[in-house]
Every structure is written in structure tokens, then in C-alpha cells.
């Protein structure tokens, strides 16, 4: 097994070959393939039901695919190597958090879930990092959808991974929720993270990444720079790709 | 090894504050095993039947109602926001997942024991102090067991809708052994026979323990993968 810190900077950290996932007689993935370098933002549009979440699950090693394969930071998806979940923050459609215990007990007991140390320091500095200071002795039922989705994010980063994979982040925020959300994910991209984002918000996704998919019915019906795109015009043809795709 | 063992007992740690702020789990527990004591006290003419002989099924039926109760709220818990999949995304491993949860099952499940069995002394007006050491050890043993098959078929009942339903019906059949086993051992104490000569049961309860914890450990991780 490639130990990922010695890999090469400039080789891919993802890379898919062909993957496949089949539901019973439902095809969720039909053969995406792309590469991802290291420090890459890379953001999927889709419908719904387009296999985003999937693509996610199998890249973070929650569910195999039925065939190809995919190589994130040197480890292939399909071993449950715990090295890759030392690598990777996820942040699904849940947040992962307990709603009894406070933002502090949630996040110290990931950290030393993750082995690290000082888990306690680690975790008040990761809450105070997204801005939550003062929140983090009440419970996370307590909290607002957005609050609860700023320690999810808080969560996912506190192993400091090098690698980000975000499902519908933006998901039930507010404008406000929204925003503080984008500047830090823009600080996260910014120290060289690789992260791959599916979100609707068009705007958003192409504003924030270096590279945009349109994923339909299980593959990539396009796939392009976001500096190269006509931002103005790109909602349109995002709508034409998909009902081409269909 | 070390954090393993770390990670083990961090998840006993988490389940430990749900517990502390909720009291959820226990009271649960305790009001069910207390009722199903108290229903049966008054529906058993113990001036025919002698207590040392419906007593010892009576309280283990108790402990199963009760301790089925807990298994099926334990993985809820994970269940709720998420939770396991943020469990299994971290590096632990699967095993690790499966012990925390299952040391977390059996000692709440042996301090509702605790807290019962006086009860059931009073009850039935039979005297546990004078077995009291081996009592303690037959009663560990079949809630080990419990709890080894219990928590890993709580994990797989957990994505099921009809979970609840689903738990009793994988976990009865497969915990009779054990059930028995302890049925018999308690008894026979209450009986005044000493353990050493009840040895067969005993390896009985213990095989089994092992048969559960062995299984579980081969299959946690397919069984927590989706």
C-alpha cells in the first residue's frame, strides 16, 4: 500500500476508472472516470438521482462499487484501508453529530476517535475555528440547521485531512449560513486541499471551484474548467446538458 | 493496540454522557424489568409453587425484555443524524465499533441487573445473599452472551424500519442456549446445589459467549458496511 505522504504532489489525488454501481436493476454509476490533482476543487451538478451521493460514498470507502476503481490518496477505495479515512473529511446530508451532547463532547469525541491528541484543545480550537466559540457547551439539539452544519464541517476537518469530500453542503442554510460557509471553504481550498463538492447552486459551485461536472443518469455528461465557462450563460446550458443527458 | 483500546473506550465514554444527560436507556430498562417482575408476582400462587423454581425463569425473562429495550435504543442512537456513518468513517476499526457499543450494552444492562435483583429477593422472598458470588458470575456470563449476539443483530436490525420488531425475532432464537444455560445455573443455586457441580452449564454459557463474540468479530465488518 502507497504510503500518500510520499506520494508525488503533482500526481492525481483521485482517480476513477470506470466505476460502476448497481441497486438491484438500478443503475446508480455507469462508468465515470476522471482525475483530480491535489489541491483541485472540483464541484458535481446533477438532478437528483444522478449518482452524486454515490460517486461520494465510494470515493470516502462507504460502499463498493461493482466494478471499476478508484485511488484516493494512494489508497484503493475498495480495501477500507483506515489510512484513507485518516486522509478524508466527509460532509453528507447528515451531520453526524450526537444531539445530546454539546458541540465540545461531539467534536473531542471524534478527535480521539481519530487517535489524535490533545483532543480536547483540538476540538475547541476546531469550534472556534468555524465560529462557534461561544456555543460550545450547549447540545447540538439546541443548535439551528446552520450551526449544526458549521460543526459538521468542524468534524469533518479535525484531522486536519487532505482530502474533502462535501455532499449538499449548502443544504437548508440560510444567505448568511451560506456565506460564512463559502469563506471557509475558500480558506480550506486555499491551504491546498482536494475537494470534491455536489451541490445545486450553480452560482456557488462555479464561483468557488477550478473544475465543474454535470453528472446525469449514473455518468459525466460534461465536464469543464469554471475559468473557462461563460458564468452568465452556464445555468442554460446546464439545463440543456441534462435534458440532452436524458 | 493502545488506541484501540482508546477508541473502545471512547465510544463507552460517549454512550455513557448520552445516558448521564437523557436517562433514556436505564429507566427504560429498570420499569420494564420492574413490571414484568411485579405482573408475574401477582399472577403466581407461590404457596403451590415453590419460588426457587419459577423465580430463576421469571428473572431472566426480565433481564431479556429489558436488555432488548436497550440493544434496539443503542444503535437508535447512531442511527439518529447520521452518527454511524461518522463513526465508520473514522480510523477505527469495525471491531472496535462493535466492542464499544457492546461494553456500553453490558454494563448498563448489569447495573438494571443490580438494581433488580434486590427487588426480586424481596419479591419472591428468596435469599440471594447466601449464593451471592456465583449468582453474580452465571448472571455476568449470560448477559456477556446477550449482549455479544444482541449488539452485533442491533447493528444489522438498525437499517430495517421494522427494526424493533425485527431485533426479538433474530435475537431469541439464537440466545435459547445461553438462556437456558442460566435458567438452569440460577435455579439450581436458589436451590442450594454449588457451582462446582454444575460445571457442564457453565462451560455451556461460556462456549456460547465465545461462539457469539467470534461470529461477530468475522462479520461486523459486512454487516456495518451498506
Redesign the interface.
Given at each position: 500500500m502507497p504510503d500518500p505522504s510520499k506520494l508525488d504532489p503533482s500526481s492525481p489525488a483521485i482517480q476513477v476508472q470506470n466505476i460502476r454501481k448497481t441497486f438491484g436493476v438500478v443503475n446508480a454509476l455507469n462508468g465515470i472516470s476522471f482525475d483530480l490533482n491535489t489541491g483541485e476543487f472540483l464541484t458535481l451538478f446533477g438532478p437528483n438521482g444522478a449518482g452524486k451521493t454515490t460517486l461520494i460514498?465510494i470515493l470516502?470507502g462507504?460502499?463498493?462499487p461493482t466494478s471499476g476503481t478508484a485511488t484516493v490518496a494512494g489508497y484503493d477505495v475498495q480495501n477500507?484501508d483506515?489510512?484513507l479515512?485518516?486522509d478524508?473529511g466527509?460532509i453528507?446530508?447528515?451531520?453526524?453529530?450526537?444531539?445530546?451532547?454539546t458541540a465540545l463532547?461531539n467534536l473531542t469525541?471524534?478527535a480521539?476517535?481519530?487517535?489524535l491528541d490533545n483532543a480536547k484543545e483540538r476540538a475547541m480550537q476546531a469550534i472556534e475555528d468555524v465560529g462557534l466559540k461561544g456555543r460550545m457547551h450547549d447540545?447540538?439539539r439546541t443548535f439551528s440547521r446552520g450551526m449544526q452544519q458549521r460543526i459538521s464541517i468542524a468534524?469533518a476537518v479535525i484531522h486536519n485531512p487532505s482530502i474533502l469530500f462535501l455532499d449538499e453542503p449548502f443544504t437548508g442554510l440560510d444567505p448568511h449560513g451560506s456565506n460564512v460557509l463559502k469563506q471557509y471553504l475558500h480558506s480550506l481550498h486555499t491551504e491546498k486541499r482536494t475537494i470534491i463538492m455536489t451541490t445545486h447552486d450553480i452560482s456557488c459551485g462555479l464561483e468557488m471551484s477550478d473544475r465543474v461536472a454535470v453528472q446525469v443518469k449514473g455518468k459525466f455528461a460534461f465536464m469543464g474548467k469554471s475559468n473557462e465557462l461563460d458564468k452568465n450563460n452556464f445555468e442554460d446550458r446546464y439545463f440543456e446538458i441534462i435534458n440532452d443527458g436524458k | 493496540m493502545r488506541q484501540y483500546l482508546n477508541q473502545v473506550t471512547t465510544i463507552v465514554w460517549k454512550d455513557f454522557v448520552t445516558e448521564f444527560k437523557t436517562r433514556e436507556l436505564f429507566s427504560s430498562m429498570f420499569i420494564f424489568a420492574l413490571l414484568v417482575i411485579v405482573i408475574f408476582i401477582f399472577s403466581i400462587d407461590l404457596s403451590i409453587v415453590k419460588a426457587n423454581q419459577v423465580g430463576p425463569g421469571i428473572l431472566w425473562v426480565a433481564f431479556l425484555f429489558a436488555g432488548t429495550l436497550g440493544l434496539n435504543r443503542s444503535f437508535m442512537l447512531e442511527k439518529e443524524n447520521g452518527c454511524l456513518e461518522g463513526l465508520i468513517l473514522t480510523p477505527a476499526d469495525r471491531t472496535a465499533i462493535y466492542f464499544g457499543k457492546m461494553l456500553s450494552n453490558l454494563v448498563f444492562l448489569l447495573i438494571m441487573e443490580a438494581f433488580i435483583l434486590p427487588l426480586f429477593m424481596i419479591f419472591f422472598n428468596v435469599d440471594l445473599i447466601a449464593h451471592l458470588g456465583p449468582l453474580l458470575l452465571v448472571i455476568f456470563l449470560g448477559t456477556v452472551g446477550f449482549c455479544a449476539i444482541g449488539t452485533l443483530l442491533s447493528s444489522l436490525s438498525s437499517n430495517l424500519k421494522t427494526r424493533e420488531i425485527m431485533l426479538p425475532i433474530l435475537l431469541y432464537p439464537l440466545i435459547v442456549p445461553v438462556v437456558i444455560g442460566a435458567v438452569r445455573l440460577t435455579g439450581q443455586l436458589l436451590a442450594g446445589e454449588t457451582l462446582g457441580s454444575m460445571m457442564n452449564w457453565v462451560g455451556l454459557i461460556l462456549a456460547f459467549d465465545i461462539i457469539y463474540i467470534g461470529v461477530s468479530i468475522i462479520t461486523i465488518d459486512h454487516i456495518l458496511e451498506e
Open positions: 460514498k470516502a462507504l460502499t463498493k477500507g483506515s489510512g479515512r485518516r478524508i466527509v453528507s446530508h447528515t451531520s453526524c453529530l450526537y444531539a445530546d451532547l463532547e469525541f471524534y480521539k476517535m481519530y487517535g447540545r447540538i468534524r | -
